[in-house]
């Protein structure tokens, strides 16, 4: 029998109803006690690292998972993290670029109702993760609604639904069907993970509006190493405003301006229109193509903890990482492990 760790950190699935709404108290045996089926699929140990609401996990959380998972990587064979919803995506794409390459399984899940609900995602969910965990399937993944995601391509998009994932620009690698997981995608594995336990937290992130100023970027950039511009469209930004003269004058200064969009699917392409292709081409604004902005986020993070030399940060940013970018085909297709 499969031996995993359970590493709890909070959310919804631990929670109980309190005076104040609702609160993770429950402790991951607790959680194990509603699932018993997880005992015939593998054997379970529990670590308990947090009770917080996912609103409340910051990068110094995913250090502390990054080195739980590191310390007991050799005794496990897999690894389960319950975590809260709300910020799930992020904390899947910054261990993707956190703990690379692993041959074992590391999968995220959670719930949109508590375990201890009459109507609860999360005995399903939990049991689907520890399947997923106690199989052969290498790397970080989020395991939802009998859905399989790739860490670097899950966004939460329903706030509500039990469906709350979806994979963005990407295939499912799977589904989890009557006990049973469906491989739609074989990822290939490594023998060992390579850890990396440092994050550059300097980096921001800002939503275009129309008819906004210079004003937020020029504080955003004088605070951070980089600043993630989420954009209209397959990107640009306004030609009034003074935007192209700020970007220039922060680049000058040795800060680091990556363009992505607002647009859920498909993606940026910079140079398509006359608003973005100054950018790129004159200003050398990297781009985040078909990326999610939780990956651009925590991929940066890990790259600038690195490495600060301009020509470095984008080969590193454009070379795919956990399946998380395909897009410029030409570049990156022969590198891409599909
Ligand atoms: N607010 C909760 C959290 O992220 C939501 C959830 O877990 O579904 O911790």
Redo the contacts with the bound molecule.
Sequence with gaps: MKKILLIGT????A?ELTESG?S?GLTTEQLLAFTPAVGRICHVDCLELFA????NITPKHWQIIVRSIKENYENYDGFVLT??????AYTAAALSYMIQDSPKPIVLT???KPIGFDTTDSKANLTDAFLCASSDMPGVSIVFDHKVILGTRAKKTHSKSFD?FSSINYPELGVVRDGVLLRYIQRSAALFPTFYEELDRDVALVKLLPGMGRDVLDFLFSKNDAVIIESFGVGGVPEAGGFYDCIESWKERGRLAVLTTQVENEGSDLCVYHVGSRLKNQLGVLEAYDMTTEAVYAKLMWILSLTKEPEKIARMFYSPVAGDILWPASDNMANAVL
């Design positions: 909070g959310g919804t699935i929670s609702l993770p917080l609401d996912s609103t975590h809260g919803t709300d910020t799930m959670g719930a949109q709350a």
